[in-house]
C-alpha cells in the first residue's frame, strides 16, 4: 500500500523508470495477491473459525463478518486503482481527474487497511493460533500453497497466512 499511497503523490505525472517499475509491482501485487489473501480468509480460515463452539471465537465472529464486508467493499476500489494505474503506465501520464480519482481510491484503501490488518493481527491471527489444532493449520496452509501453486512441504503456521495480507506485502509495511 505504501507504493501506491506514494504514487498517488505524484498527481498523474510522468514517472521516471524507477517508479514505473514500482507502479507497475505494486498493481501486479494486488491484482495477484489480494483475491488469494481474500480467499485464504474466506475458505479456509474462517470457516474453521466459525466451526469451533470456543466461547473466545464466537465473541470475535463480529470481526470475520467485518472482514468478510470490508473485501468485498475493497473489491471495487482495487478495480478502479488498477485501471487508473495501468492507464497511467500507457499513457506515461494521468490527467487531473483520473490523477484525483487514483488519490481517492488509494487514500480510502490505505484507511481501511490501517484497522483491517490491525484485527487481523491483534484479534483473529493470534486467536487461530490459540485455538486451532495443528492439523487444521496443516490444512489452512495446504490450501494456501495450492492457491499460489507451492508445491513440497508447507509451513504449518499460521504465520504464513499473516505474512500476506495486502496492504503489507513487506515487513516494512507491517511495522509502518
Not at 505524484?10 to 488469494?36: H, I, M, S, V
Not at 495450492?146 to 504449518?156: A, I
Amino acid at each position: 500500500m505504501r507504493t501506491l499511497s506514494t504514487a498517488a503523490e505524484f498527481e498523474g505525472r510522468r514517472l521516471n523508470d524507477d517508479e514505473y517499475r514500482a507502479l507497475n509491482t505494486a498493481l501486479q501485487y494486488f491484482r495477484d495477491a489480494a483475491p488469494k489473501h481474500n480467499a485464504d480468509e474466506e475458505e479456509s480460515l474462517f470457516p474453521r473459525l466459525r466451526s469451533l463452539p470456543d466461547a473466545e471465537v464466537q465473541r470475535a465472529l463480529a470481526d470475520v463478518d467485518r472482514l468478510e464486508q470490508e473485501h468485498r467493499w475493497a473489491t471495487p476500489l482495487h478495480m478502479e486503482v488498477d485501471r487508473l494505474g495501468q492507464q497511467w503506465l500507457a499513457n506515461g501520464e494521468l490527467g487531473r481527474r483520473e490523477a484525483d480519482d487514483f488519490q481517492v481510491a488509494v487514500r480510502r484503501l490505505a484507511t481501511m487497511y490501517r484497522t483491517h490488518i490491525e484485527i487481523e493481527d491483534s484479534v483473529l491471527f493470534p486467536l487461530a493460533r490459540r485455538v486451532l489444532l495443528p492439523t487444521q493449520t496443516a490444512e489452512i496452509a495446504a490450501e494456501m500453497a495450492k492457491r499460489r501453486d507451492v508445491s513440497g512441504p508447507v509451513s504449518q503456521s499460521i504465520e504464513v497466512h499473516a505474512q500476506d495480507a495486502p496492504g503489507c506485502r513487506d515487513r516494512e509495511d507491517r511495522n509502518g
